[in-house]
């Protein structure tokens, strides 16, 4: 009897009853929220509308075709900064349905809905979902927003609209609640409760540390300003891998194929997307095993001794599909090696601007769910020639590893450095939930759901 009672799958709560009352309230003082989806999680479509990513029936664009390749991989010049290179592909909300998994982070776009759902169970409605008409939330719409961004491109570059699309949406919320419960709009001190999932929190934590300040051009570390978090009360990071992960090497140099209706996404293609660089692990963490102990994988001479990614010389009919207006293959491996040297800068600078130790500006809380209980790839190993293989797993997520979604930064350290009890990481986090779930699975846990509407409805 006692081993049937533990098997019995626990009851789910009624969230709807628990928070009927405070999800009527819509006063001046509670925070409306910005849900950021991570890397994958928003639709792209070209200049006609046509969904180049985000669907992955038989009939969806595919990738083994040179046109939806060149439409999918961003555009590589030598000598152009990162941030001119642009083409007309364009972020159309967060993804409807699909379940896949590249870069070491699977994503699910049920993550994003459920995210909403347990918001519209807290009475927060999307303005998306009512511009578009698929629900009728009458004037009351203003409570939650999506920020839907092109995932391919570098973090800074999107943190900084993320700050431009909070403060639009700051002034708006002010203009509202002044009609709705009278003054002025600069009566109004609104911030917002931020929910982000996996890279997401990259974005969010980038933009609230440095609002729209660029990364120095001469390669410096900015000065960590907080001009973002003024518009940021709560911040809830949900499976964000703070610390990298060694998958994104892998995907970078092998490729992904998402499902039996699409080629391969290949990895020249993927390699041309400076937001995966930014995923790679942290040197000091020792995740991937370099043959020589003293390389550093942010050093574009190593990936061209082991003919990685962009510089593998066996894949220029990968980089003739990306780059067709270029005579010869030497010409293309020009460019490529250019676009490689400036996506690996610009990942190690970014590394350096998140990791550095700043404590939080007063009234700013941060808090962290993340997945535990799953096997999690954490360490791989590069052969003499190049070569990956997987050396050990540890717990996480399935995904991302629980070091990581912590930044626990006493990962790498040998047995004969001094240990330190306590987790030391550059975020100073006010609260960690640990659920037995997957990557995946981490927003439809109810625990999490719970957690999360008591944290943004009940919690002052």
């Known amino acids: 009897m006692f081993a049937v009672g533990c098997t019995q799958k626990l009851p789910r709560p009624d969230l709807g009853s628990r928070y009927n009352h405070a999800a009527k309230y819509h006063g001046p003082e509670r925070n409306p929220v910005i849900v950021i989806p991570g890397i994958l999680g928003s639709k792209l479509v070209d200049e006609n509308g046509t969904l180049i990513w985000g669907a992955f029936s038989g009939g969806s664009a595919n990738p083994s075709r040179d046109e939806v390749a060149r439409k999918m991989g961003l555009p590589m010049a030598h000598g152009v900064p990162l941030s001119e290179l642009q083409d007309t592909l364009r972020h159309d909300g967060a993804l409807d349905r699909a379940k896949l998994s590249v ?20 009475g927060y409605r999307d303005q998306q979902l009512a511009e578009s008409g698929a629900v009728d939330y009458g004037s009351d719409h203003y409570t939650c927003y999506q920020f839907a961004y092109d995932w391919r491109r570098d973090n800074v570059e999107n943190a900084r609209l993320l700050y431009r699309f909070m403060k639009d949406r700051r002034a708006y919320v002010q ?3 002044a009609e709705e419960f009278g003054g002025k709009p600069e009566d109004y001190e609104v911030t917002f409760d931020v929910v982000a999932h996996s890279m997401g929190g ?5 933009m609230m540390r440095y609002g729209d300040q660029d990364l120095p051009a001469d390669g410096s570390t900015p000065e960590v300003t907080w001009a973002g978090a003024d518009m940021v ?9 703070n610390a990298g992960t060694p998958k994104a090497l892998m995907d970078l140099t092998r490729g992904v194929k998402f499902s039996p209706f699409h080629g391969a996404y290949t990895p020249a293609l993927l390699s041309s997307m400076p937001s995966i660089y930014q995923l790679l692990p942290r040197d000091r963490h020792r995740s991937v095993a370099l043959p020589n102990s003293q390389d550093s994988l942010f050093d574009p001479e190593v990936w061209q001794r082991y003919g990685w990614g962009l510089v593998d010389p066996n894949r220029d009919d990968q980089l003739k599909v990306l780059l067709p207006d270029l005579p010869d293959a030497a010409a293309r491996a020009k460019v490529a090696r ?14 350096a601007a998140l990791d550095q130790q700043a404590t939080l500006p007063e009234g700013l809380r941060m808090s962290l769910f993340l997945g535990d209980g799953q096997s999690t790839v954490t360490h791989v190993d590069v052969s003499d020639s190049g070569g990956l293989s997987e ?14 979604v912590m930044f626990d930064n006493r990962e790498g350290q040998d047995l004969g450095d001094q240990w330190t009890p306590y987790v030391p990481a550059p975020v100073a986090w006010d609260d960690i939930n640990i659920l037995f779930a997957e990557h995946l699975g981490l927003t439809s846990d109810s625990t999490f759901s719970n957690n999360l509407l008591f944290y943004l409805l009940d919690e002052e």
């Open 103 to 122: 870069f070491g982070l699977p994503v699910e776009s049920k993550a994003y809905a459920q995210i909403l759902s347990t918001l519209g169970v807290g």
């Open 175 to 177: 203009q509202r609640q």
């Open 202 to 206: 990259l974005v969010l934590r980038y």
């Open 233 to 241: 009360d709560k911040a809830v990071l949900v499976g964000t891998p």
């Open 338 to 351: 250019d676009h490689l040297n400036k996506c690996l800068v610009r990942a190690s600078a970014f590394h």
């Open 391 to 404: 050396i050990r797993t540890t717990e996480g997520d399935g995904t991302v590893p629980r070091y990581s």
